[in-house]
């Protein structure tokens, strides 16, 4: 039952939130956001990590077509649950400003929450790919109303393209459910054992029709072209959920529903997705390099952190996995604090342009050691968040195959180029007259900024409760796909 109040509770605030005045919308919002993550808290706590599926609840819905209301949580879902539930507070109060329409903007980020935790709890294919549509649909008007400039053209791309994966994994979930022996389920369990039982051809296609769909959420290369427009063009608040958490719907799709699914499949194709995600990793940076704009060149950066995350995954090794879970938690926390710094820069000096800022030190010392902090953590700065996860997933790769392995540790050189090269033109030198008068953090931006700096900090000195949490649904995971491969072989 708690798995279900953690997911009602957010769709029954967007309610009550829809009908209120601008003043109230937003503190509704802000008072039922940080109740959720109370809530998520107190679920991890008593969380048994001896355990796998916990808090369950499992409902026949629709009995005719084999669809259950089943959701649950393990040490997987509850990490990605706990991010959910951290950065959604901090969104809304990012958002404590003149908003146009406050309360249909704080409405969809609270129905956009409940979507989120339904697709990280389901345990039923139909009931998976619901929450996975609905998640879409909040944060398609966030960019299209509250979007910059272009954002019909562009928010359009971004809608064609993730409904166009979804259709292909619509597809391969109603294939799978006709395999189901007996009386045809969406049950998770039966959808494994359909998969486990297909011939190598037939798994091939289901693989290819689930990694289009997950790999356009991430984004993966050459899947990737709509996510920096959009991520340019989307209100803060919009590019925080694309960025911070929706992303990981397509890293969640492929642990959950790609690799037990498939594992034949995977094992044969899964070298061709270590290759793009490393092309990804290579082709992001050096784009990343020559950005002018801040917003865009952190756009960029993203699709090389996910390109990691995502060769790492397919590597099958449990130290691939449990790298991929803590460098999901650490680019959620961590891409959140730099696009909330460029809008701060951006309200302050009306650009994103490097070449026009400089010297925000001298003038915003609080916001400069703010930036500091968090950008170490995007570049794998030992004692920060991203370290940890870093060094999983590269150890992983060369696991995995020596070359490939130095290919991707590339990231960590191409990372710290861009990034301080950006902190450098951004941060340091002498002011100028655009920033000249530039003020330094508010009361409410360090309410937003200085729990990012605790997390970025906390988790690259005391990773260990994360890594414990995942840890046995992480090996469950890997012996299940070990198993299925050696039925099929």
Known sequence: MLTALLLFFPLLVSVVVLAMKPAQARSIAFAGAVLELVLSVYVALQFDKSQLDQFGLNKEWISTLGISFSIGMDGISLL????????????????????????????????????LIGVFTAKDGFLFYLFWEIALIPVYFICLVWGGENKGKITLKFFIYTLTGSLFMLVALIYLYFKTPGHHTFAIQSLY?????????????????????????????????????????????????????????????VIRWLIPVVPQAVQHWGYLAIILSVVGIIYASCIAIVQKDFKRLIAYSSIAHVGLISGGLFTLSIVGLQGAMVQMLSHGIVVFGLFYIIEIVEARTKTRELAQLGGIRNVAPILASVFLVIMLGSVALPLTSGFIGEFLLIS????????????????IILGAVYMLRTFQKSMLGETNGVTALLTDLSGQEKLVLFPVVVLVILIGVYPTPLLSISEVAASNLLSLFSDLSASVK
């Open 80 to 115: 990605l649950v706990l991010l959910t539930t951290v950065l959604i507070p901090l969104i809304v109060l990012s958002a404590f400003k003149d908003t146009e329409r406050p309360a249909s903007f704080y409405s969809l980020i609270m129905l956009m929450q409940s979507a």
């Open 396 to 411: 992983s790769l060369v696991q995995y195959k020596l070359w490939i392995g130095a290919v991707a540790g590339l990231t």
């Open 193 to 253: 054992d359909a998969g486990r039982a297909l011939e190598a051809s037939q798994q091939t296609y289901v693989f290819f029709a689930l990694f289009f769909a997950f790999a356009i959420k991430m984004p993966i290369f050459p899947l990737h072209t709509w996510q920096p427009d959009t991520y340019t063009v989307a209100p803060v608040q919009g590019t925080m959920l694309l960025s911070g958490i929706m992303l990981k719907m397509g890293i969640y799709g």
